[in-house]
Structures are given as structure tokens and as C-alpha cells.
């Protein structure tokens, strides 16, 4: 929210008229001075006004542009995909289980989707396209593993599985 500025050009030009309305006195100095003080009890007023907007008021009060400019900056952080994916691939070297229920899953959908659009072959019948280390992962029958809490596969392997499923 912006902070309104003081008027410095409506405050000079207010005292520049008084001091030539002083100079030529074209009323009493009382009338003069009184005619100042209510201009600054005016811009006071409207300071006041202003400064007591709430949020909502300055954003009505400010154009749509700005508003969507605004909208952009705040939301320049990492996509939810992106962090989705780091964490799912951090967790996956560290534990089988979620090698198996997370990553691998992903995995076995792009290479069947690829093998289908570029081999015209399912994935079951893929062994041969995808190698001995990528289809003993990637198999479509591959066992959940014993036990779903020893170490997952080193981020270079499942880097390499992904690899051999960008070559399909």
C-alpha cells in the first residue's frame, strides 16, 4: 500500500499567494491569514482523508495493470511441480518404498507412452528396448520390495533409468 505524499507544490503555491496577498494587501491581514489557515486546515484534511483509506480502497484506487503487475512479483517462486518432484526424488534414494510407490510409477508412464507413440509396443513387451538395468526397474510386474524402508536408488541411477526412458 502506498503511503500518500504531502502536496510540497500546493503547500508552496499557498504560501507564495499569501506572501503576495501580504504584499499588496488587497484585503486586512486578518482576512488574508485566516484565508491561509483555512487552505492548510484544507490540505490537512485531505492528507487525513487519505492517509485513513483502508487496503481495499487503494487497491480500488489503483489500475488494474499495477494490480496485476503486483500479482506477478509476489508469485516468482519455484513452480509446486518442480518441489513436488525434487522431493519425491530425494525421498526415492532414500527409501525402496518410495522408489517404488513414487518414482517408478512416473517412469513406467513415460516409457509406455513414448514406446507406444514412437515403437508401437507396450511396455511389457519392451525388454528389449529399454535394456537390462532400465526394464528390471521399469517392468510393468516389478515385486513391491521387501522391505520398503532400505535404501532407495542413488539419484545417478534414477538419473540413468531416466535417461534410458528419454532414448525410448
Known sequence: MKRPRIPIGTLAVVTIGLAIALGLRPVSVREILAAYVLALT????????????????????????????ARRRMTQGRPAELIRTERDLTLSSANAGELHARVLPQLREVAAARLS????VDLAHAHDLLGEEAWE???????????RTAHGLPLRRIAALVEAVERL
Open 42 to 69: 484544507a490540505m490537512a484534511l485531505v492528507m487525513l482523508t487519505r492517509m485513513a483509506r483502508t487496503e481495499e480502497e487503494w487497491e480500488r484506487a489503483t489500475s488494474e495493470l499495477e494490480r496485476a503487475l
Open 137 to 147: 526397474y521399469l517392468r510393468p510386474d516389478r515385486p513391491a520390495p521387501d522391505d
Open 117 to 120: 507413440d514412437r515403437h508401437d
